[in-house]
Structure formats: structure tokens, C-alpha cells
């Protein structure tokens, strides 16, 4: 482990360092010109690479090609040209240290104040689904290398990731008479380091998906997307990051009006798309579907011809939970929609679009967040999840188990109907999504009740029953809607007392993993109440 320099002195955040020479080489050239020209009207000398040298030269800008530092050409499509001493001399050479300045002298190596860099756009390339070939020719080595080396020495060094970087050094130059702060400089080397992490977390992830077995290290990245006033509870600090995949879901949308989202807000919108998303797209065909989410957990999800139906069966199921909720829909907003929507109170809609009549009809709520996605998430693709407990992450594939109709395993005397079958298949889509344990009631494409997150089957099963009990009150229907419903349960019945109890809420159909070693018995208890029951094979908790 090298030792500190003694004779180094202690980092100053209000020492000023001048900018007389930049190394620029960036992949985004969007900001380059008028970045260029701003530090050449402040003195300061210019070198760049390949295209970004080209660019800068063809606006008229001074400009050095790198190859005229390190004397060597660049070679073999790019890959080699800022690995070399004239270079990296450059940007690590301590100006503090006698012994550096002494070998910059000896060796012609000139100093780099600035380096301006972005990395090759490897998350971009994976996310636009490029080949094999071409995700690999988009992994930096030469930027990573030279990004690290300025942050290392930030006592002299700013390095800038990205534009706003370079605005910010600029107006620090104007502030400082042509120098950076220390402050700067080393706010910046802070965000290098972690642009690096994310950048080789992403990489390494990818990889880690084109091979067999578990990786032996894990890593994981993100970008800033917003700030967050809280986490769950204020006395927690938070902020949202996009993983760069480009999933269709709350990272990728679009907010067109409301307030800022708070934490909460993010993981029950997310909570809530992901749901809808499992009943497919009215653009690809599929029947509306809408989805209420309170919490995390659905308190309604109802599938129909048009959405102001299915908003009214979803709402219906449990209009006490709903307020202040969420709502998701597979499809394009419509204004009657958003009439209905709006008569409650509800903390964010989300959907792939929506129309102008349904926008101006949430203006008027000016606190309601609508956004738009732009489409839905894909539940089939792969992906991972991750928690942290003490000392350590568990990191596991997101859940996107689907049971096809021939897995479905019939097991009781009775078979379901048609219309039963449709049911346990929705009530099994919902159960995915659901805090375990769960038991979710289902009738006619419409949650008939859910029960959430209990330590006993058997009180997800009551609790489920209780609010359809509640939502048959407040409709005033003569009876609740789980008369003849369908069931689903996330696990199995370890014994048959949780199946009976939907028995008596008025299941006439369930569907269950099974695998329980009393199977048996509550097969044989459904046989004798005449319950028709499915197995799934498949086990759906969520913790």
C-alpha cells in the first residue's frame, strides 16, 4: 500500500489552481463548441481526440491533436490513444512535489489543468440492444483511466464528466480570475469517482448476464433523477436514481403536472404500473385494465371494455383505501376517465399516454401528479431486485413467473367453469403483486378483496373477506361480491383452515401453488365443500 508523500501539504479547499491547458474527448457534443470557444476566450490552450478535434477544429477553435503530446499516433480504431506518459504525466504529476515537476522537465511532459471526458455510452449501447460485438467496442478504457487519474489529483486537476460540469468550471474560472476552488475541484473528483463506479457496476452487470453461475462480486449504479424532501418518513433523507435500462416504468416517465414526487409516490406508482403491466396493452389489443395501489399493496384491479369501467370496479372493491392512492392504466387516458378519477382524491396517475382533454381535466387538480411513460413495463424481462440487511445486500431475480395454462393442474373432483377460470387467473396475477401472505378474491374481471401482509393465511383470508364485506356496505349491494368469486393464494394452504375460510367468504374456485405435505387433506376438504381447486406449481411471495 503506497504511503502519503510527507512532504505534501494537507488539502485546502480554498487554494485556487489555474486552468491553462484542457484535454478534451467527449461522446456527447451537444454543449462542445460553446465550451470550446468559452475556454479559448479565457487562455486557455486546447488538445483533443479524434472526433471531438475534428469538431473543434472545423468551428475555427485552436486545437491540438492529442498525438502531438505523446508523439505517437492513434491506433487500432481508437482504442490506443491517451494510454501514454505524456498524457497521464500530465493529468497525475503533483505540482507540489519537486521530484514530479523534475521528471515533467526531464520528459517534455506538459501539465493538464482541465480534463474534459465522456465515457463511451456503454449503458446506451445495452439499453438500444446492440450486439454482442458492439456493447463490448462500447466499454471505455482510455476515459475511465484518464478520469481517475485528474480526480487523484484534484489539488490541481477539475475533471468534468459531463456539460453542467464544464459550465460550473467556467463560472468558477470568471469567479477566480482564470483559477478553480479546491472546493470544485474536489466536489468534482467525488462525482468522477462514482461516474466511474456506475459506469463499471453497469458493465459489470452486463456481463454478469451474458455467463453462467453467480457473480463473485456485485455492483451496482445509478444516475441522479431527483432529489427527494424525504424518504418514507421525514427524518430519513432519499433521492431516485435511474438504473440505465430503460425499462418502461416511473424512471422513464414523463411528469406533466402535480407536485414533486415524494418516495412513497415512486414506490406505489411503481408498485402500481408494474401490476397493470401484467394484464398487457390496449395498444397491443388487450382489454383496459386499472389498478389501485395504497401503500405498496392493490386495495382494487379491475379489467373491462373501457376504462371508466374498469376504474369504477377497481374502486369499487375498496373505495376507503383508495383515497389518496394510486392509479395505473394499461392504456391511453381519456378525459371521462379522468372525471372519475378526479371525484376522489388520488396522489398520482400513471399511464402510456393520455389525452389533451384528460390533461386539462387534472389541471384543475393542481396537486395530482399525472405521468406518462410512453409504454409499459415488460414483465417478462429479466432483471434484478435487491434489498440490504446487515453487513450485506441480497440481490435475487425480479419475480416474473408466468404460469401458462398448460401448468395449470386441476386436483378436485370439480373443475372450474370458464368463468371461474378467467378469474383464478386474474385473482393469480394479482396475488403476485400483493403482500405475503395473500388471498385476493376475484369476480366477474373485477378484486372482489384483498388481504395483505399477514402472519396467518387465515387472516389474510377474513381481512379479504371483511373489506368485501365493508365495499358491499358502501355500495349497498345486497351481497358482497365474493358470492361465487374465485380465489387465489400466493402459497400454499398448510392446512386447510385458510381454504375453508374462503370457502365461508364465498369462493367457489382457488387456485394455489400446493406442494403443502397436507395437500392432501385440503383437497379433500375442498372436495367436500365443493370448491373446484387449480395448482400453479408456482409459489409468488413478496416480502
Request: charged share 20%; aromatic share 6%; net charge negative.
Amino acid at each position: 500500500m503506497p504511503a502519503p508523500n510527507p512532504d505534501l501539504p494537507a488539502f485546502d479547499p480554498a487554494r485556487l489552481a489555474p486552468v491553462k491547458r484542457a484535454l478534451i474527448s467527449v461522446s456527447d457534443k451537444s454543449a462542445l463548441i460553446r465550451q470550446a470557444q468559452a475556454l479559448h476566450d479565457r487562455g486557455v490552450k486546447l488538445v483533443s481526440t479524434g472526433g471531438t478535434h475534428r469538431a473543434i477544429a472545423a468551428a475555427g477553435i485552436p486545437v491540438k491533436d492529442v498525438a502531438e503530446l505523446t508523439k505517437f499516433p492513434e491506433m487500432m480504431d481508437g482504442r490506443v490513444k491517451t494510454l501514454h506518459p505524456m498524457v497521464h504525466g500530465g493529468l497525475l504529476g503533483d505540482r507540489d512535489l519537486t521530484s514530479h515537476k523534475d521528471a515533467m522537465h526531464e520528459h517534455g511532459i506538459l501539465s493538464i489543468d482541465l480534463l474534459i471526458v465522456n465515457l463511451y455510452p456503454f449503458e446506451q449501447a445495452v439499453a438500444g440492444g446492440g450486439s454482442y460485438e458492439m456493447c463490448v467496442e462500447n466499454i471505455d478504457i482510455g476515459g475511465p483511466a484518464m478520469i481517475r487519474a485528474a480526480a487523484k489529483n484534484h489539488a490541481h486537476v477539475a475533471v468534468c464528466t459531463d456539460a453542467d460540469d464544464v459550465d460550473a468550471v467556467l463560472a468558477d474560472m470568471d469567479a477566480n480570475s482564470g483559477q478553480t476552488t479546491g472546493t470544485l475541484r474536489q466536489s468534482l473528483a467525488a462525482k468522477t469517482y462514482a461516474r466511474s463506479a456506475a459506469y463499471d457496476a453497469a458493465i459489470a452487470n452486463w456481463f454478469a448476464s451474458q455467463v453462467k453461475g453467480t457473480p463473485t462480486y456485485r455492483a451496482q449504479g445509478g444516475t441522479l433523477k431527483q432529489e427527494l424532501r424525504y424518504g418514507e418518513n421525514p427524518h430519513q433523507t432519499a433521492a431516485f436514481y435511474a438504473d440505465g435500462s430503460n425499462r418502461a416504468g416511473v424512471a422513464t416517465a414523463e411528469q406533466l403536472q402535480g407536485k414533486a414526487l415524494s418516495y412513497n409516490n415512486i414506490n406505489d406508482t411503481d408498485a402500481a404500473y408494474e401490476l397493470v403491466a401484467e394484464f398487457g396493452s390496449v395498444a397491443a389489443g388487450d382489454k383496459p385494465a386499472v389498478a389501485i395501489i395504497k401503500h405498496a399493496n392493490p386495495c382494487g384491479l379491475a379489467v373491462a371494455d373501457d376504462f371508466i369501467t374498469a376504474y369504477k370496479n377497481a374502486l369499487a372493491c375498496d373505495p376507503v383505501s383508495a383515497f389518496g392512492g394510486i392509479v395505473a392504466l394499461n392504456g391511453n387516458l381519456d378525459a371521462k376517465t379522468a372525471k372519475e378519477i378526479v371525484k376522489v382524491f388520488t396522489e398520482v396517475v400513471i399511464a402510456p399516454s393520455a389525452d389533451e382533454d384528460a390533461i386539462e381535466v387534472f389541471r384543475k387538480k393542481k396537486n395530482l401528479r399525472l405521468l406518462v411513460a410512453g409504454g409499459l413495463p415488460d414483465v417478462t424481462a429479466p432483471s434484478l431486485t435487491q434489498r440490504n440487511v446487515a453487513g450485506g445486500i441480497l440481490v435475487q431475480d425480479r419475480d416474473n413467473g408466468y404460469v401458462a395454462d398448460a401448468d395449470l393442474k386441476v386436483v378436485t373432483k370439480r373443475a372450474p367453469t370458464d368463468a371461474e377460470m378467467a378469474d383464478l387467473r386474474m385473482a393469480w396475477k394479482v396475488a403476485k403483486h400483493v403482500k405475503s401472505n395473500a388471498i385476493i378474491y376475484v369476480k366477474d374481471g373485477a378484486t372482489a378483496g384483498i388481504g395483505a401482509g399477514q402472519m396467518s393465511r387465515i387472516d389474510s383470508a377474513r381481512i379479504a373477506a371483511r373489506k368485501a364485506e365493508d365495499a358491499q356496505a358502501a355500495a349497498g349491494w345486497a351481497t358482497p361480491k365474493t358470492k361465487g368469486c374465485a380465489c387465489a393464494s400466493d402459497a400454499f394452504f398448510p392446512f386447510a383452515d385458510g381454504m375453508l375460510a374462503a370457502a365461508a367468504a364465498g369462493a367457489t374456485a382457488i387456485i394455489q401453488p400446493g406442494g403443502s405435505i397436507r395437500d392432501d387433506e385440503v383437497i379433500a376438504a375442498a372436495d367436500e365443500a365443493g370448491i373446484a381447486m387449480v395448482f400453479t406449481g408456482m409459489r409468488h411471495f413478496r416480502h
